[in-house]
């Protein structure tokens, strides 16, 4: 069974927002801290932001000031509110628990370019 589906991704120019959603089946979303991930060609795929069981938000970096992180537990749904796009802000995103211990879905590619 697929257990995480991200969807959201599109192309935009710089400074535009995108939200991703992460919609994950199996019943183990509400006990586990997830996180959204990125991955751009020829580079490593890389943590973006994390979230709490119960809703507390940490970022990376490259995130702050910029993306939110969410999450609807009663809908096993996750968000990526995303702010101010850069270039370099370009990937395949993911999501997946912190500890990356589920199947990865095919992730949703986000395009930042004029």
């Known amino acids: 069974q697929v257990q995480l589906v991200e969807s959201g991704g599109g192309l935009v120019q710089p400074g535009g927002s995108l939200r991703l959603s992460c919609a994950a089946s199996?019943?183990?979303?509400?006990?586990?801290?997830m996180g959204w991930y990125r991955q751009a060609p020829g580079k490593q795929r890389e943590l973006v932001a994390s979230i709490s069981r119960l809703g507390t938000p940490k970022y990376e970096e490259p995130a702050k000031g910029r993306f939110t992180i969410s999450r609807d537990n009663a809908r096993g749904t996750m968000y990526l509110q995303m702010n101010s796009l850069k270039p370099e802000d370009t990937a395949v995103y993911y999501c997946n628990t912190v500890t990356q211990d589920r199947a990865w879905g095919q992730g949703t590619q986000v395009t930042v370019s004029s």
């Open positions: 199996g019943s183990f979303f509400s006990s586990r801290a």
